[in-house]
């Protein structure tokens, strides 16, 4: 899998929208870009997956450059629940490859 | 996620003591995963099974091993446990359709003294 980076960490004002950015240069056609976060020591929760098309679900949006080589995820009015540690994670498209989680972005979203 | 449960949350025990961490799912989902976190990390694939019939190491599988009892069931095994295994671990599950998000369960926080 294509490796990603992420920021270490960024704050966000409550109620602002949080745009977190992920580099993906590697990236090849058939890899989709997944999204996790991880509330705590809680499991990661699944945010939004995408391929080419900017997707966008009752969580968040994910916009993906059209080189595919970054992408953003974009939660629009980002509550203190919100604080976690967000993952970007690049798959196969065939699924028989597993995640592979690295460090993430630890968003910290001030009241 | 209450459709993946894991036992025990929490345990702390002795090194060369043999343990088991045990997975069940009710979401029907045919593929499921063993991840290990330490402070700090991101999580980190010990084992994974696409099916009853099918184990796969990750890759951190030394010191471990897994057995897929039922589609449902996936258990985690240290034989003897040593004090580097003290971790937070996750099992997770996913659809066997090619994009198919994973999900996890709540996590085990093993301490081993």
């Known amino acids: 899998d294509a490796k990603t980076t992420q920021p270490t960490s960024m704050d966000c004002a409550e109620g602002r929208a949080a745009n977190l950015p992920c580099n993906h240069s590697?990236?090849?056609?058939?890899?989709?870009v997944y999204w996790y976060r991880q509330i705590h020591s809680q499991g990661p929760q699944y945010i939004i997956h995408?391929?080419?098309n900017n997707e966008t679900n009752e969580m968040a949006s994910l916009i993906i450059t059209e080189d595919r080589k970054s992408s953003t995820l974009i939660l629009p009015h980002a509550t203190l629940r919100d604080t976690a540690v967000y993952y970007c994670?690049?798959?196969?498209?065939?699924?028989?490859?597993?995640?592979?989680f690295g460090k993430g972005t630890r968003l910290s979203v001030i009241a | 996620d209450a459709d993946v449960t894991q036992t025990p949350r929490n345990r702390i025990t002795k090194t060369g003591k043999r343990i088991m961490l045990e997975c069940s799912q009710t979401k029907g989902h045919d593929r499921m995963y063993w991840y290990r976190q330490d402070p700090g990390l991101g999580l980190r694939l010990i084992y994974y099974?696409?099916?009853?019939?099918?184990?796969n190491k990750g890759e951190i599988s030394d010191g471990y091993s897994v057995s897929r009892q039922a589609q449902a069931k996936f258990s985690l095994s240290l034989e003897s446990a040593i004090p580097n295994q003290t971790a937070l671990y996750f099992c997770a599950t996913s659809w066997g359709a090619s994009n198919q998000p994973q999900h996890f369960g709540d996590g085990t926080r093993l301490s081993i003294l």
């Open positions: 994670i690049v798959r196969l498209f065939s699924g028989n490859t597993p995640l592979v």
């Open positions: 590697t990236i090849s056609g058939n890899e989709y």
């Open positions: 099974s696409f099916d009853v019939k099918d184990i």
């Open positions: 995408g391929l080419k």
